[in-house]
């Protein structure tokens, strides 16, 4: 069911799948260029095998929820994003949740776990980052190029709609300021009980093992980690069954 949440005078577009209203919920947050559609129909198909409720949301800039009311963020920004997570988590009377993020969603789903380590049961990050590398950098310039000589403008559009411009650009002017090098969240890992699942390609374009090990060393949960050979950033559209799989244990070994 597709509908629109009001947090915090910001309306959000939302896809909800009810299988159990008793059953935990796993909430997606996509990445720095992503939304609800664009994840396709791998919520939906991870809530059938886990049999688990789903709720997947467009932050505010993205797909079809309010746009951005600034032009540049904080390097808090996806602090800010995780308290909203909180607000939305309420709003919806949300208290059995699984976080799901990829890459942004990843680092924000962390940040949650740990300032709010009695509100997620468990996370699951794909790609996520918890400092800056210069690999991370490098592929987000790659990606500039792309936006500016390709059609890959033309791809985000249709997402996106006329706020294109202003998601492609928080993201790139964001990361690759000198003010954002310092970025570095490992202060909230410690603060994180609950199980988490960290998974990565081995090949992913916009970090090394340096982050999958940082979150696996540093939370105070059991965390345990899944490499995928061959596979970039993107492990849940490359290589969607081994990750569907081995989501669904981790999501069934909570319970």
């Given at each position: 069911m597709h509908q629109h949440l009001h947090i915090q005078n910001t309306r959000l577009h939302s896809f909800?799948?009810?299988?159990?209203?008793?059953?935990?919920?796993?909430?997606?947050?996509?990445?720095?260029?992503g939304c609800v559609t664009l994840w396709r129909s791998f919520p939906q198909q991870l809530g059938e095998m886990t049999q688990c409720n789903v709720l997947v949301y467009d932050r505010q800039g993205y797909g079809q929820s309010d746009p951005f009311t600034t032009s540049s963020r904080t390097n808090d920004?996806?602090?800010?994003?995780?308290?909203?997570?909180?607000?939305?988590?309420?709003?919806?009377?949300?208290?059995?949740?699984?976080?799901?993020?990829h890459s942004d969603g990843g680092s924000i789903a962390l940040i949650a776990a740990g300032k709010y380590p009695d509100?997620?049961?468990?996370v699951i990050t794909e790609g996520a980052h918890i400092f800056v590398e210069e690999i991370t950098l490098n592929g987000i310039r790659e990606a500039v190029k792309l936006y500016q000589h390709t059609d890959l403008k033309k791809k985000l559009e249709k997402y996106h709609g006329d706020k294109t411009e202003a998601v492609f650009h928080m993201w790139a002017d964001t990361w690759l300021s000198n003010a954002f090098r310092s970025?570095?969240?490992?202060?909230?890992?410690?603060?994180?009980?609950?199980?988490?699942?960290?998974?990565?390609?081995?090949?992913?374009?916009?970090?090394?093992?340096?982050?999958?090990?940082?979150?696996?060393?540093?939370?105070?949960?059991?965390?345990?980690?899944?490499?995928?050979?061959?596979?970039?950033?993107?492990?849940?559209?490359?290589?969607?069954?081994?990750?569907?799989?081995?989501?669904a244990v981790f999501i069934q070994s909570l319970y």
């Open positions: 909800s799948f009810i299988i159990d209203e008793n059953r935990p919920t796993i909430v997606f947050l996509h990445d720095s260029l920004y996806m602090e800010q994003e995780a308290d909203t997570l909180m607000l939305l988590l309420e709003t919806c009377a949300l208290t059995n949740v699984i976080l799901f993020g509100r997620i049961k468990g970025w570095d969240i490992t202060d909230f890992l410690p603060g994180i009980k609950c199980p988490v699942l960290v998974i990565q390609g081995e090949s992913d374009e916009y970090g090394t093992i340096a982050q999958v090990e940082g979150i696996a060393q540093q939370v105070s949960g059991e965390a345990s980690v899944y490499m995928i050979p061959g596979i970039g950033h993107t492990p849940h559209k490359e290589a969607a069954q081994p990750v569907l799989d081995r989501a």
